[in-house]
């Protein structure tokens, strides 16, 4: 579904310390509502520290609501909240089994107050915080929004909200935003509606497209379309992680990226941490952010949210301005990198190609 609206303030993170830290306030300060939702949530201390400040909330009256993923906080068990605010699990695994757990909210949304709303890439746990020592430092993005896309948010944040909870305790109008104020499309999705919205900007491009992602395992008709936009002549940049959080993700991406490769696009590897932001600009005129990888899971299965502004959005002069250091601190990728990869991943390259849709 798509949402014309508008927005008031933006301010934009790619630290987890700084976003975490203005979440808290904001929870702090809320007067009346706070949802929160996230695809991991974890029981660690930066969670904790939220946990506690939600249930103190919820205690003083305002309205409390949290959601999480049940394949992606896997891991973390209900009772750890001991009934302190309204908590739900989405997409609990039923038959046929494999098909379910497919089905994952891959959202993360934080709204106070239906004033207030964020949107991004951080999961809550000490990991974003930079302290996996595998990993190290933790580059993500993330936004920090005000006006009437709160509402907006907050409308879609219920909707899921009622269906894990099996309750409808919210009503919506029909309320647009005036035509003058419109300055931001919000887009969620699941099936291959994301693949369609990526197949038409990806189509539409006359000069250049500019992908940031932790991972690249496009479909078969995205791969294409990026082999279609180099015969255009656009240029093509990727930004990926050199870092894998996962080896068979990293694995899935290699006759990708030799593809790429192969057609002339320029590819480089962040190489200070794990990047793990999600955006995508087209001739740079348009600039798609949210919760999105640009991977057949997102793509096909995944529920996302993302949204979609134009460059004289602060939003879109903001994320422009922090890919473009991430890219200049990164370092091109090439073929000699892949024919270099050691000989188990080489393997795993193999092993993962039945498994693609579900990376």
Same mark, same amino acid.
């Given at each position: 579904?798509k949402w014309?609206?508008s927005t008031?303030?933006?301010?934009? !993170?790619?630290s987890g310390?700084?976003?975490f830290e203005?979440?808290?306030?904001?929870?702090?300060n809320?007067?009346?509502?706070?949802d929160v939702q996230f695809?991991?949530?974890?029981n660690? @201390?930066?969670?904790?520290?939220?946990?506690?400040?939600?249930?103190q909330?919820h205690?003083e009256g305002?309205?409390?609501r949290m959601?999480a993923d049940w394949v992606?906080?896997?891991?973390y068990?209900?009772?750890?909240?001991?009934?302190?605010?309204p908590f739900?699990?989405?997409?609990?695994?039923?038959?046929?089994? !494999?098909?379910h757990l497919?089905?994952?909210?891959?959202?993360?949304?934080l709204i106070?107050? @239906?004033?207030?709303g964020?949107?991004?890439g951080?999961?809550l746990g000490e *990991?974003?915080l930079g302290?996996?020592?595998k990993?190290?430092?933790?580059k993500?993005?993330?936004?920090?929004?005000?006006? *009437?896309?709160?509402?907006?948010f907050?409308?879609?944040f219920?909707?899921d909200w009622?269906? /894990?909870?099996?309750?409808?305790?919210r009503?919506?109008?029909?309320k *647009?935003?005036n035509?003058?104020?419109?300055?931001?499309?919000?887009?969620t999705s699941? /099936?291959?509606?994301?693949?369609k919205s +990526?197949l038409?900007?990806l189509s539409?491009?006359?000069?250049?497209?500019?992908?940031?992602?932790?991972?690249? +395992?496009p479909t078969?008709p995205?791969?294409?379309a990026?082999?279609? /936009?180099r015969?255009?002549?656009v240029?093509?940049?990727i930004?990926?992680p050199?870092?894998?959080?996962?080896?068979?993700?990293k694995a899935?991406?290699m006759?990708y990226?030799?593809?790429?490769q192969?057609?002339g696009?320029?590819t480089?590897l962040?190489m200070?941490?794990?990047?793990?932001?999600k955006? =995508?600009?087209?001739? *740079?005129e348009?600039?798609?952010?949210?919760t999105?990888n640009?991977?057949q899971?997102?793509?096909?299965l995944n529920?996302? +949210?993302?949204?979609?502004?134009k460059?004289?959005h602060?939003?879109? @002069?903001d994320?422009?301005?922090?890919?473009?250091?991430d890219l200049?601190?990164?370092?091109?990728?090439t =073929?000699?990198w892949?024919?270099h990869?050691?000989?188990w991943?080489?393997?795993l390259t193999? +092993?993962?190609?039945?498994?693609?849709?579900?990376?």
């Amino acid at each position: 579904m798509k949402w014309n609206t508008s927005t008031d303030d933006v301010t934009f !993170f790619d630290s987890g310390q700084d976003l975490f830290e203005k979440m808290l306030k904001d929870i702090e300060n809320a007067k009346t509502s706070i949802d929160v939702q996230f695809f991991i949530i974890r029981n660690d @201390q930066i969670s904790n520290r939220f946990y506690s400040l939600l249930a103190q909330k919820h205690a003083e009256g305002v309205e409390v609501r949290m959601l999480a993923d049940w394949v992606g906080s896997f891991r973390y068990r209900k009772k750890w909240i001991k009934n302190r605010f309204p908590f739900f699990k989405m997409n609990h695994p039923r038959p046929p089994f !494999f098909y379910h757990l497919q089905q994952r909210n891959h959202r993360k949304l934080l709204i106070i107050d @239906q004033k207030i709303g964020y949107l991004g890439g951080f999961n809550l746990g000490e *990991e974003y915080l930079g302290n996996d020592l595998k990993l190290g430092k933790w580059k993500d993005y993330h936004i920090r929004l005000t006006g *009437e896309i709160a509402r907006v948010f907050s409308q879609i944040f219920t909707t899921d909200w009622n269906k /894990a909870s099996l309750s409808y305790d919210r009503s919506f109008g029909e309320k *647009e935003a005036n035509a003058e104020d419109v300055n931001i499309c919000v887009m969620t999705s699941e /099936a291959n509606s994301l693949e369609k919205s +990526i197949l038409s900007m990806l189509s539409s491009a006359k000069r250049s497209i500019e992908i940031g992602s932790p991972y690249f +395992i496009p479909t078969k008709p995205v791969l294409q379309a990026l082999v279609d /936009a180099r015969k255009r002549g656009v240029k093509i940049t990727i930004l990926l992680p050199e870092k894998g959080d996962h080896p068979i993700t990293k694995a899935g991406a290699m006759p990708y990226l030799k593809k790429m490769q192969e057609i002339g696009v320029d590819t480089y590897l962040y190489m200070d941490g794990f990047f793990h932001g999600k955006v =995508l600009f087209i001739d *740079e005129e348009i600039c798609d952010f949210g919760t999105g990888n640009f991977d057949q899971r997102s793509l096909l299965l995944n529920e996302e +949210i993302n949204v979609i502004v134009k460059k004289d959005h602060p939003l879109y @002069q903001d994320a422009r301005a922090c890919f473009t250091h991430d890219l200049n601190t990164s370092k091109k990728l090439t =073929l000699t990198w892949i024919k270099h990869q050691p000989l188990w991943m080489k393997l795993l390259t193999v +092993i993962s190609v039945p498994l693609r849709r579900f990376l």
